[in-house]
């Protein structure tokens, strides 16, 4: 079901998200650790999590709009730091839920990222969503008859999200293992690799400084956002404006479209030819299309460099379209 939603999706892009629903042990009991009562839970939150993307044309989705699957399962084991014997279960009542969902609606039109811009997905307001949803559940909390119910929910959860907030925030950092570095590094190398596929030569990120701001940010989710922006941006044909400083501070987020980049070997005049030149690539993948582009910038540069006393009096639209014609033999 959910390989089959991918319509408009990359090849490697990413296909669904995973989610975790864990009520605590009282919470459990609260409930009779009823695994009916958990999945009305599951519908009512996902309903939340529909709900709380925010779209351009302010259409609200439902929990219809989405494809999604989950399963409840019922122990967990010990492991990592956890007290007790590696690899045994639990004690008490560990019943959790795992669901995914796809990144694209039931209609295959719209991207849905939770792990986006707050602004399309506000992941506070999704969480003390569902931990209010969990206070009525069991009855710690009430919003009382149909008039009013909306605002006194709606303070609910601006309490909820400022308790998640502040916990957040109180909550020691984890120091990463060696091998935990090293795994993020090697996963690193591929996403970076990934981004420049889709970048011009002369605006492929550097690897290593790349790995020198995410150690700097301790492999943050911040982080990830934004380099997940830089290649979105590469998506759309934008050059994100020095990303490396992005990445370590977020300070710097307008892009540069192609047409305003300029090769250091070009005239200034000549961005906008350049960029139609390269608009005549036609549609395919990126990893494709990469080499041709690059190969076609550097017949361009060549072409418009004088290394001799001999001039070349065609006009600039003239090389442009000589190069084109030959790329197309070249196809």
């Not at 609200?60 to 014997?85: C, F, P, Q, S, Y």
């Amino acid at each position: 079901m959910l390989d089959n939603n991918h319509k408009g999706l990359r090849a490697d892009a990413v296909k669904f998200h995973s989610l975790v629903l864990s009520p605590s042990q009282e919470e459990l009991a609260l409930l009779g650790n009823d695994p009916q009562k958990l999945e009305q839970f599951t519908r009512t939150a996902m309903q939340l999590y529909a709900g709380n993307f925010n779209l351009k044309d302010g259409r609200e989705l439902g929990e219809k709009d989405l494809v999604w699957a989950a399963t409840i399962h019922t122990e967990r084991k010990n492991r990592g730091t956890d007290e007790g014997t590696q690899g045994e279960p639990k004690e008490g009542w560990q019943t959790h839920v795992h669901v995914l969902v796809s990144v694209r609606d039931r209609e295959q039109k719209i991207t849905l990222n939770p792990l986006g811009a707050a602004d399309r997905f506000n992941r506070v307001s999704f969480q003390s969503a569902v931990h209010v949803e969990m206070d009525l559940a069991v009855g710690r909390a009430s919003i009382g008859p149909e008039k009013g119910a909306a605002g006194r929910r709606q303070r609910l959860e601006q309490e909820r999200g400022a308790d998640i907030q502040a916990k957040a925030r109180e909550r020691p950092k984890k120091e990463l293992t060696p091998e935990q570095v090293q795994k993020k590094l090697d996963r690193l190398d591929v996403q970076v690799a990934r981004v420049n596929s889709k970048l011009i030569a002369a605006a492929q990120l550097d690897p290593e400084q790349v790995k020198d701001a995410a150690r700097e940010r301790n492999f943050d989710n911040v982080f990830y956002n934004r380099l997940g922006k830089i290649e979105r941006n590469a998506e759309k044909g934008n050059l994100t404006r020095e990303p490396i400083e992005y990445l370590r501070t977020g300070k710097v987020q307008s892009g540069i479209k192609l047409d305003d980049w300029q090769p250091a070997s070009a005239p200034p005049d000549m961005s906008a030819k350049l960029q139609r030149v390269l608009n005549r690539e036609p549609s395919r993948a990126a990893s494709s299309a990469i080499p041709s582009i690059e190969r076609r910038v550097n017949q361009l540069a060549a072409a418009l460099k004088l290394t001799t006393r001999s001039q070349d009096m065609r006009s600039e639209e003239e090389k442009i379209r000589e190069l084109s014609k030959g790329q197309e033999y070249e196809r």
